[in-house]
């Protein structure tokens, strides 16, 4: 029985919590508008200052200066105890200084923090919105289930993992909205350096906003339930929720990914119950690469929807015949066991979108609720099952390391993960080998040994086929990510325990950070770095690495380039990994507002020619080499053009190559060097060509970690080639040289070609 004054004092509380509308000027979903990020933020502190169910904490700044912010929601009663609620979390998290009889007290106690991160995918509008408008009913709906999850769930809400993007897409949406390119998307990377690829950097950490995600929400709630919310194409299911697709990555605790198949069907039959149609599950996206899963080594699962897109905020109607007939996993026009019912078309807009993800977030905080206890104890008994792990014992990096730099980078990579490191203060002997004092050991009898496992071995991807002897099944990303063979760091797997006198290694500041050898060569040269109308993920990511390098370079638009006299303003012009079509023809005309159309076209190719003929160097990475190949004539070929999959497949993995030690381009390289190779060319040289093979592939041992078919079209082909021209070079990569800020060895290749830049 509630009291009639309580009840009297309960309803005037939310009352006062203000509507969305009332706050923006508009209904959430409303086609063709979008909310930009300040009235965002703003609306959640107008939701802090009027409920005691929502507490605002802004966690710091955006690459672009913007407050991220995340919301706790929860009952008033457990807001008021949050840092008791924290304190169960750590405590859970590591069953080391926590007994089964202790842990069963605090699982009594404690509530399932369960974390919701929306647009981190900025061109995917709605989940923004959705965060708005549920975080309103939250505080303001009297619903019994909404009670529950109130009661036994901490809501950790990320409006947006991204907050520049919010501004980007919104500011661009207006631009165009009622002229042909209403709908498009920005021209421009909507995460300053890495655009789209923002959820792939859940490892390397190099991105603010990743940084601020890490320390500040995952290391200190550990949550149960990671639930990241996203966008697909328009034309298949309606929404896709896990079970994944194959392969599970085999570090990630099973109890884990089955809990997570457990949620996903869970919340597939909340959406089915409530009349949506067209709900996928099972089908398109994999559960392999660490990059876009932190949670699944660090206790947590990891949930995913991906809603059909609208044109941002601009209906569609899409025909049956529109819809796809083949999804990887399901046909989305067929019913199927993981494709109950099909969306064959209709009208589809913004605020179908949010309707589905509302009823999506719900059932997954209702799960939450009502299997808490459940799910603290297989928190807890996830890390159990870490810190008891047998094999192998350890990973040691000798302190003798052929760069310490990057030795330091793995380092804080691993501790930034939540990874406990010791040091060595004397030599001592593991697995047969001697180590030098001032070595570092990583044990794996951790709670998050399994995210150090992950990322220091080698990965044997299975060879999945679309049918038994047919074409590889795509992975959905990549398929390696070894930090080791990346970085250039020599790191051994200790099968058996050994003695060594050990402390925790609590920084690294003793080593340097890692840098350029020849950087006082660098520092002179004029590099200019080509940059598209269409934006490109990785002129994003070699901008990160030339500025975290200190590598002064300048961003070259097609019009300077096509206006030719080069030599004047550069010794070197660097090409990022895009494909030849793009450079040549940029944006078609009628797709985008007329300035943004256009690439380099012939002038532009030609204009390049005379650069590198008047001592120039040119610079191109991975696919961008074939419009070097394609459009300025260079004497060497593709072997791998118009190979298909089932012949040769390698679709992003480490390679091994062999290098010719007296070209420059490799000073400082090991002689056997392990490349990323990700749709890459794989160079033939013609007789009679000046070019020179540079690094050249074995005929065995060519994989070294990850996935890769056809590895004899490989044999005796070069990743990389010096091209003379003129009394200039164009040195064309076969190969990813600074993937993602991870592949810090092949950089060297970069430091080498630029350093020499522009000598006669
Ligand atoms: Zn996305």
Redesign the pocket.
């Known amino acids: 029985m509630i009291a009639p004054l309580l009840l009297a004092f309960a309803l005037a509380a939310t009352a006062a919590v203000p509507t969305p509308e009332s706050h923006f000027g508009h209904r959430m979903g409303e086609d063709r508008k979008l909310i930009d990020w300040t009235r965002t933020v703003s609306y959640f502190e107008a939701l802090d200052a009027a409920s005691d169910r929502l507490t605002m904490r802004k966690l710091g700044k955006s690459t672009g200066g913007r407050d991220f912010i995340a919301a706790w929601i929860s009952s008033p009663a457990n807001l008021r105890k949050l840092s008791r609620y924290q304190e169960i979390q750590k405590r859970l998290a590591d069953p080391r200084r926590t007994t089964e009889a202790e842990a069963a007290a605090l699982i009594a106690e404690g509530k399932t923090v369960v974390m919701i991160t929306c647009s981190?995918?900025s061109t995917?509008v709605a989940s923004t919105l959705t965060a708005v408008q549920f975080a309103y009913r939250m505080l303001a709906e009297e619903r019994p289930k909404f009670r529950a999850v109130l009661d036994n769930v901490i809501f950790i809400l990320v409006p947006s993992l991204n907050p520049d993007g919010v501004d980007i897409v919104r500011d661009w949406y207006g631009k165009t909205l009622g002229t042909p390119y209403e709908g498009t998307s920005p021209p421009e990377l909507y995460q300053k350096y890495i655009g789209?690829d923002n959820?792939r950097d859940w490892y390397i950490f190099s991105q603010t906003e990743t940084r601020i995600a890490i320390s500040q929400l995952h290391n200190q709630w550990h949550p149960q339930i990671v639930y990241d919310v996203?966008?697909?194409g328009a034309n298949a299911s309606r929404m896709f929720i896990p079970p994944w697709l194959d392969p599970i990555e085999p570090n990630i605790d099973p109890i884990l990914a089955q809990l997570g198949n457990m949620i996903g069907t869970g919340m597939a039959a909340d959406l089915t119950a409530a009349s949506k149609k067209g709900i996928a599950i099972n089908s398109i996206y994999d559960f392999w690469t660490p990059a876009r899963n932190y949670q699944g080594y660090h206790g947590g699962m990891r949930i995913l929807s991906?809603s059909a897109s609208a044109r941002l905020a601009t209906p569609l109607n899409i025909k049956t015949a529109d819809i796809a007939a083949n999804g990887n996993g399901y046909r989305p026009r067929e019913s199927s066991w993981n494709h109950l019912e099909p969306w064959l078309g209709g009208e589809w807009r913004l605020r179908d979108i949010m309707e589905y993800q509302e009823i999506a977030w719900e059932s997954c905080l209702w799960q939450a609720a009502t299997r808490r206890e459940d799910l603290l104890r297989a928190f807890y008994k996830v890390g159990q099952r870490a810190v008891a792990r047998t094999s192998p014992y350890a990973f040691v990096a000798s302190a003798k390391q052929r760069d310490v730099g990057t030795l330091r980078k793995l380092l804080e990579t691993l501790a930034f993960g939540m990874v406990e490191i010791d040091k060595a203060p004397a030599g001592f002997t593991a697995g047969g080998k001697e180590y030098p004092a001032g070595s570092y050991v990583i044990k794996l009898q951790q709670p998050y040994g399994s995210f150090a496992k992950a990322l220091l071995e080698k990965q044997t991807y299975p060879d999945l086929r679309q049918y038994p002897g047919g074409p590889p099944k795509r992975p959905y990303d990549v398929t390696a990510h070894t930090l080791p063979l990346l970085l250039g760091v020599d790191v051994e797997a200790v099968a058996s325990p050994f003695e060594a006198r050990l402390a925790r290694a609590v920084n690294f500041d003793e080593l340097p950070k890692p840098a350029p050898r020849n950087l006082p060569a660098l520092r002179g040269k004029r590099v200019g770095l080509y940059r598209s109308f269409q934006p490109s993920m990785d002129e994003g990511w070699t901008r990160w690495i030339f500025e975290q390098m200190q590598v002064p370079y300048e961003s070259v638009g097609n019009a300077a380039i096509r206006a030719g006299n080069l030599r004047a303003r550069f010794d070197a012009i660097v090409f990022p990994d895009q494909s030849p079509g793009t450079i040549n023809y940029g944006y078609r005309p009628g797709t985008m507002p007329e300035e943004l159309t256009g690439g380099l076209g012939d002038a532009g190719a030609q204009a390049l020619k005379a650069f590198a003929e008047a001592s120039g160097t040119l610079v191109f990475f991975n696919e961008s080499a074939n419009f070097a190949v394609g459009h300025m004539g260079l004497a060497v070929n593709n072997a791998l053009r118009g190979v298909p999959s089932r012949d040769f497949y390698c679709p992003g993995s480490l390679l091994n190559v062999r290098l010719d030690a007296a070209h420059p381009l490799t000073a400082g390289l090991p002689p056997v060097t392990p490349i990323w190779f990700e749709t890459s060319p794989a160079w033939e040289i013609p007789e009679g060509s000046p070019a020179r093979a540079v690094a050249v592939y074995p005929e065995n041992d060519v994989l070294a970690s990850g996935w890769l078919l056809g590895r004899k079209l490989l044999s005796k082909r070069a990743a990389l080639v010096d091209v003379p021209l003129g009394r200039g070079h164009a040195i064309l990569f076969g190969m990813r040289p600074q993937y993602r800020a991870q592949s810090y060895l092949t950089m060297n290749f970069i430091w080498n070609a630029l350093a020499a830049a522009g000598a006669p």
Do not use: S
């Open positions: 981190i995918h995917e789209h959820n996203h966008q697909q991906e």
